[in-house]
């Protein structure tokens, strides 16, 4: 089975995203579409065995990486907060 690492990443964030306070909705299909922009505008990072995927966690985690996703993460929530698709 093929796993996108940087999905489980982009996760991981997205929680620490919504621990900071931010103030958009944090509803599943809203989180869902923040998840969606931000992988779209991010490599993705795949591997087929556990050993591939602590080798890429440990690429991902570096605070380049790091900073990388959470400025997409940011990127993505302002435009579901100006674009919400649910009432």
Do not use: T
């Amino acid at each position: 089975m093929v796993h996108n690492v940087m999905e489980e990443m982009v996760s991981h964030m997205l929680d620490d995203l919504f621990a900071l306070r931010y103030d958009g909705c944090a509803c599943e299909v809203c989180k869902g579409d923040i998840m969606a922009i931000a992988l779209n505008h991010l490599p993705p990072h795949y591997s087929a065995r556990p050993v591939g995927n602590a080798y890429i966690k440990a690429q991902l985690f570096s605070e380049q990486y790091k900073a990388d996703v959470m400025r997409e993460l940011l990127r993505a929530a302002a435009i579901v907060k100006k674009n919400r698709l649910h009432a």
